[in-house]
């Protein structure tokens, strides 16, 4: 070991120490000593909250695999037969408008949940969330397994969006609360490695399907049942949120989750994180001037902060995700791919590579700089795409296909970023007593903005092909500039930090380089243990 690493080790043992805390010291301690670890270090140390973490996501397999079925097996034979209308000459065809409705029932489903999903989170906590999230899910997989119509088809998207909303709602917050500063971003993003997963297992199955057994759609439903199997095995022990414990007064449940996620940390003071927790939310709660309401997310600086997350909720919807991935199977068909679930399966894998590197990336790099970048490349390629109409890429130009292909796994990878952005930062920017409550209203636009593109795009595709790229490259350019503006970066922030830099009316743009007072307040704590 080199004298340099000698004393990195030395510096960090100085915050992870077993000495007796000197709670004089850190009355007033609102973020952790641990975010001075460095990233491999902290998961490590943090080994058994991270995999609570991964269980919790195992439900976003089922949102994988939810979102890979519809997309895929509308061009099934076996689908199309079933839940056809008859044509001239005897041809069945799937009607646009079921189509659209079946996808725009999938958000639907979403804002059914978002009525009162944070009012029972907030109520009777996170976990009995999760049990909700099972049972619509369990419905809606029965009813995709025996639909012999295109309405009883709509009521189970409806039951999974239902679902797929509560998941959305309550494992960001769930994540957020139970990780360090110092992985959070990786952690919370890394669902969507568990829902490309379950995208790439879906596409693979409709891929095989087509080739060996084009009329029989009902494998690919079947396996449905194994993601939901596997989330209630794995949601069974997971520990309730300390934060949910604290914000009801609940000390001694609380102590008790913290022990269940953190029993195994060497030096970890169970007294000293509480206080953290407790004086964060003591401290937004005298900003509320009163309990925390729905309202209160609109006033003040909960506005702008609502503000932003719900420009990255719209952000996702008008950035292409309806005409390249939703509908990338028809998309693919109507651009003459020979094989258009290939060109699904190919795009799943990049999404998977993309989240894998933006799960790294987010807490070692940072996020402001990164969404922003993949951002301003989503609108370039959507006017690419756009522009590819004109060089026959539609009507049998082998290498303008090619190059639509090429282009669309490059716009999947940057969109995969600005997607997680939206779920990260709605679990990061709101303060922690309006967290479940800002949550629905900013994934309500998201549904809103799903069912206005969902209803739009395939007639579009129909009308428009390829040229479709540039109506969503117009709403997303100005979209761009204002998160170029107000998109913070909020990478190893605590809570109590990110409610700092908005009181002290810090630009966006400054948060990386600006010291705040519960960091100054953590390093004399420290230096004060060390003298100790």
């Excluded at 509320?288 to 909960?302: H, M, Q, S, W």
């Excluded at 800002?438 to 549904?447: A, M």
Aim: glycine share 8%; with cysteine.
């Amino acid at each position: 070991m080199t004298t340099l690493e000698h004393e990195a080790e030395k510096h960090e043992a100085t915050h992870v120490e077993l000495a007796k805390v000197d709670h004089s010291a850190s009355d007033g301690l609102v973020k952790s000593r641990f975010d001075e670890l460095s990233i491999p270090r902290t998961v490590w140390v943090f080994r058994r909250a991270v995999f609570y973490s991964l269980c919790v996501y195992t439900g976003y397999m089922m949102e994988g695999f939810e979102l890979g079925a519809g997309g895929s097996v509308i061009a099934n034979a076996g689908f199309i037969k079933q839940f056809g209308d008859g044509g001239g000459g005897g041809v069945r065809a799937l009607n646009p408008t079921w189509v659209s409705t079946w996808s725009a029932f999938l958000n639907i489903g979403q804002m059914v949940t978002f009525t009162h999903i944070g009012w029972v989170a907030d109520r009777f906590g996170r976990k009995f969330s999760f049990y909700i999230a099972w049972l619509w899910l369990i419905v809606g997989c029965t009813l995709l397994n025996t639909a012999k119509s295109p309405p009883v088809w709509a009521i189970a998207k409806l039951c999974n969006g239902a679902g797929i909303g509560v998941l959305q709602i309550t494992c960001q917050v769930y994540i957020m609360e139970i990780v360090p500063n110092r992985i959070r971003g990786g952690m919370v993003t890394f669902q969507a490695v568990w829902s490309n997963i379950g995208g790439i297992i879906v596409s693979v199955m409709m891929q095989r399907l087509n080739t060996n057994h084009p009329d029989n759609y009902l494998l690919a439903m079947r396996i449905l049942w194994g993601p939901i199997v596997l989330m209630l095995a794995c949601w069974a022990f997971i520990p309730e949120s300390p934060w949910y414990h604290a914000k009801r007064g609940n000390k001694e449940a609380a102590m008790k989750s913290l022990h269940r996620l953190y029993g195994n940390v060497e030096g970890f003071d169970f007294e000293e994180e509480y206080g953290i927790i407790a004086r964060t939310l003591e401290h937004e709660k005298e900003r509320l001037n009163n309990a925390p309401k729905f309202v209160d997310i609109f006033k003040g600086l909960n506005l702008k902060r609502t503000l932003i997350v719900m420009l990255l909720s719209a952000a996702q919807q008008l950035a292409g995700l309806a005409i390249i991935s939703t509908y990338s199977t028809y998309f693919f068909s109507l651009a003459g791919l020979q094989d258009p679930f290939l060109g699904s399966v190919i795009l799943s894998c990049c999404n998977l590579i993309a989240v894998i590197a933006w799960s790294i990336a987010s807490d070692a790099i940072g996020r402001r700089w990164i969404i922003n970048v993949c951002q301003t490349f989503c609108v370039l390629i959507l006017f690419t795409v756009g522009g590819l109409w004109w060089t026959g890429a539609t009507s049998g130009n082998a290498a303008a296909g090619t190059a639509l292909l090429v282009i669309c796994c490059l716009w999947t990878m940057a969109f995969q970023v600005v997607g997680m952005s939206y779920y990260l930062y709605s679990a990061e920017i709101p303060n922690a007593q309006l967290r479940i409550k800002t949550g629905p209203v900013c994934f309500l636009v998201n549904s809103i903005f799903g069912i206005a593109t969902c209803y739009a795009t395939p007639p579009m595709l129909l009308a428009m092909s390829l040229k479709t790229g540039f109506v969503f490259g117009a709403f997303s350019f100005p979209i761009c500039i204002l998160m170029w503006l107000y998109l913070p970066e909020t990478k190893g922030r605590s809570a109590a930090e990110i409610d700092e830099l908005y009181e002290r009316k810090i630009p966006a743009w400054r948060w990386s380089k600006t010291v705040t007072e519960a960091e100054e307040t953590m390093h004399a704590a420290a230096q004060s243990r060390a003298v100790q």
